[in-house]
């Protein structure tokens, strides 16, 4: 049979009639600058992307540093901006150092990756979010994926390796339950059989541990010697960007070996400097943590959400793609913005409503969504 004349890109027209009658199909929708809607859909937690500091944050270091970082940290990229905004994390997390990166995505690659690597294994919570997922894969380590917060498969993992080290890898808030690790639990896992623990703070920052300060710090193991911690900027943060925290030698292992720190330009000063305000106005204003979790508690009222969130995720379980899909429209056309999680992100048969609470709902925000949630999850 001849290929002549065949398109190498015809199979995508019958992946996406696949997809569409799956309902499946993603879209892209652009908002607004000043959006009209309430927005209970972004990663926003603080209410901090927005603040008048954290804008003039980002506009000085713009005007200082210009618009571009201008190359790799490691030749032209790296400011004093740079290295005053990993001190300063660094120090409110209780890390011994931190590490820039050009997103969240990045950081755990380059983290997963450079402390992994051939010869060793790595073991993974099955709902690890995507980008420690793409780690995993790159690491050219041995993977288990062991089932969701069970610490005991994670034991077993580790107790018969047969690789002189290891890594767990695990989110600390995961993203679409919002759910917390048993942080404590894996870490004496991990200590009992000489493992190092990886942990993705991009949900935990801002919203739980005192003053934000995130799961780690507030179930004791801020600082521990075999713990390494990633974060984004881009959520209660309000920026763009990722980090990796832990002990001063994995930044000096970092900066030789995470191929993601060496051949990526580094962050704009701009997100740099929004973050970098950000993260003061939470040492300012340490209730705003605490904040996130009050008005989440009450968006979980309104869905009918027995259980009280433990972060700023609140997940609405619908079922199929579908009805989910017109639930998130339905509130949308009456002014309310939320998530719509679909399979892959989740399992199939748990399309949901994902909704995020900020720090910043006012009582106002709060009865509109009461209205529109209620008339949409339990129409009369």
């Known amino acids: 049979m001849t290929r002549t004349g065949l398109s190498p890109l015809a199979w995508l027209d019958d992946v996406a009639v696949e997809r569409r009658a799956a309902g499946l199909r993603r879209s892209l929708k652009a908002r607004t600058p000043v959006g009209a809607d309430l927005d209970l859909a972004s990663n926003d937690y603080l209410g901090l992307s927005q603040h008048p500091r954290v804008l003039d944050g980002g506009i000085a270091a713009l005007r200082t540093w210009g618009a571009g970082s201008t190359g790799s940290r490691l030749v032209t990229g790296n400011t004093e901006l740079h290295e005053d905004f990993e001190n300063a994390l660094a120090e409110f997390v209780g890390a011994e150092s931190a590490l820039v990166f050009s997103?969240?995505?990045?950081?755990?690659?380059?983290?997963?990756?450079?402390?992994?690597?051939?010869?060793?294994?790595?073991?993974?919570?099955?709902?690890?979010?995507?980008?420690?997922?793409?780690?995993?894969?790159?690491?050219?380590?041995?993977?288990?994926?062991?089932?969701?917060?069970?610490?005991?498969?994670?034991?077993?993992?580790?107790?018969?390796?047969?690789?002189?080290?290891?890594?767990?890898?695990?989110?600390?808030?995961?993203?679409?339950?919002?759910?917390?690790?048993?942080?404590?639990?894996?870490?004496?896992?991990?200590?009992?059989?000489?493992?190092?623990?990886?942990?993705?703070?991009?949900?935990?920052?801002?919203?739980?541990?005192?003053?934000?300060?995130?799961?780690?710090?507030e179930v004791g193991l801020a600082g521990a010697p075999d713990v390494v911690m990633t974060v984004t900027l881009s959520k209660a943060l309000g920026s763009q960007g990722g980090a990796v925290?832990?002990?001063?030698?994995?930044?000096?292992?970092l900066i030789d070996a995470a191929r993601p720190f060496i051949f990526?330009?580094?962050?704009?000063?701009?997100?740099?400097?929004?973050?970098?305000?950000?993260?003061?106005?939470?040492?300012?204003?340490?209730?705003?943590?605490?904040?996130?979790?009050?008005?989440?508690?009450?968006?979980?009222?309104?869905?009918?959400?027995?259980?009280?969130?433990?972060?700023?995720?609140?997940?609405?379980?619908?079922?199929?793609?579908?009805?989910a899909l017109a639930a998130a429209t339905d509130c949308l056309e009456h002014g309310v913005r939320v998530g719509c999680f679909r399979p892959p992100t989740v399992p199939a048969g748990t399309s949901r409503l994902r909704l995020t609470a900020r720090a910043s709902l006012s009582d106002e925000d709060m009865a509109l969504a009461r209205g529109v949630l209620t008339d949409v999850l339990f129409p009369s």
């Open 103 to 217: 997103s969240g995505y990045t950081a755990n690659l380059g983290a997963v990756v450079a402390l992994s690597g051939p010869g060793s294994l790595v073991v993974s919570d099955a709902l690890t979010h995507a980008s420690l997922v793409d780690a995993c894969r790159l690491s050219r380590a041995r993977v288990v994926v062991t089932p969701h917060s069970d610490v005991a498969s994670v034991a077993d993992a580790l107790a018969n390796r047969s690789e002189q080290r290891a890594v767990v890898v695990t989110d600390s808030v995961f993203s679409a339950d919002g759910d917390l690790a048993p942080l404590r639990e894996l870490h004496d896992v991990c200590r009992r059989h000489g493992a190092l623990m990886i942990v993705d703070e991009a949900h935990g920052l801002g919203v739980r541990g005192t003053g934000g300060r995130g799961l780690l710090h």
């Open 245 to 253: 925290l832990g002990p001063a030698a994995v930044r000096d292992h």
């Open 264 to 323: 990526d330009t580094g962050l704009a000063p701009a997100a740099v400097g929004s973050a970098r305000a950000a993260l003061q106005v939470l040492v300012d204003e340490p209730r705003r943590a605490q904040r996130v979790l009050d008005r989440a508690a009450e968006l979980a009222a309104v869905c009918g959400v027995d259980e009280v969130p433990s972060s700023a995720v609140v997940s609405v379980i619908l079922g199929a793609p579908e009805v």
